[in-house]
């Protein structure tokens, strides 16, 4: 803890004197790739960091995996010890149909829960991003007591973060077998990209490998019916807000909250949304879209280390 205090103080002092943040350091010493079986799937996770610092868990969005976090992965690891799964479906986990595997954000929060167990990993830092938002939520509920903080980067958990999309996605979720064309769109290479860059001045920022690796993952066979069944799932994270508010409200974890300000699949209402029920939590309106580790991710390791430290003191 003390080392980390000197580290920050140090970036302070270099960025006083320089005018401008001083950079981070940056490992990427420590970083390993592993799968194992859990709930009868193979998941792949990320690893990296000292395994006797702090954990945080990375939860990844849509229609990502935990390669969202490779450009974060390296300036947190010096820190702290980092896992990122990737989950069911997504990424370089396994994909087995939906006769075999219910997608639902029950059954993924369930088996996500289910590694961190198997790893040992029974107190944590969660960081949560889009689809890790209901991910997150349910495993917070389920075992409060192994939270130690909450970082929240454009994880909607109030109506009035959800953009205009939604109005037509609430038109699947009332009789999707009326609307395939939702599901269409929604996993369209087109799609991929706008999450992306959609509203965003910075498109110099944005690497275009991101949406078509993206877009190569969810063309695979089976995916469109795994985030078909997702996406309609989704209606039940909706109607869990209430419930996800009380229990913010209950029990007022330390949260840190980063928000893309662009981002027009959750917008800038429901960042603030939260201090309604956590007056306390950091908020920060980033010049970034939904993902905005796409565009200011030394910005974002430096608000997640200060955050971070000042709960260690």
């Keep these: 803890m003390k ?30 790739y592993h799968r194992v079986e859990v709930d009868g799937v193979g998941l792949f996770y990320r690893e990296a960091g000292p395994k006797d610092a702090p954990t945080i868990v990375l939860l990844h969005g849509y229609p990502s995996s935990s390669r969202m976090f490779d450009s974060l992965i390296p300036l947190l690891a010096v820190h702290y010890h980092l896992i990122a799964p990737d989950y069911p479906g997504f990424g370089q986990s396994d994909a087995p149909p939906p006769t075999r595997y219910a997608y639902t954000f029950d059954h993924l929060a369930e088996t996500t829960n289910a590694l961190l167990e198997r790893l040992g990993i029974n107190r944590y830092n969660l960081y949560l991003q889009d689809y890790g938002g209901p ?39 009332a009789d999707p077998k009326a609307h395939p064309e939702v599901v269409d769109v929604f996993t369209s290479l087109q799609d991929m990209k706008h999450r992306h860059i959609a509203g965003s ?48 409200r209950e029990h007022k974890p330390p949260t840190l909250i980063l928000w893309g300000r662009y981002d027009p699949s959750f917008i800038v209402p429901g960042a603030e949304a939260y201090k309604r029920d956590l007056p306390n939590a950091e908020l920060h309106l980033l010049d970034a879209g939904h993902f905005a580790l796409d565009e200011k991710v030394d910005e974002i390791a430096r608000l997640v280390i200060g955050f971070l430290d000042k709960q260690a003191r």
């Design 3 to 32: 080392v980390r205090a000197l580290l920050s103080a140090i970036f302070a002092l270099g960025a006083s004197q320089s005018g401008q943040a001083a950079p981070l350091p940056s490992t990427s010493a420590t970083i390993t």
């Design 201 to 248: 001045p910075n498109l110099e920022r944005y690497d275009p490998d991101t949406w078509t690796d993206e877009y190569a993952i969810l063309s695979r066979p089976g995916e469109r019916e795994i985030q078909a069944d997702l996406l309609y799932d989704y209606r039940t994270n909706v109607a869990s807000y209430p419930k996800w508010q009380a229990w913010l």
């Design 135 to 173: 991910v997150g939520f349910r495993i917070m509920l389920a075992h409060p007591e192994r939270l130690r903080a909450l970082v929240i980067q454009n994880a909607n958990a109030y109506e009035e973060g959800l953009g205009a999309k939604w109005a037509t996605i609430a038109k699947y979720w």
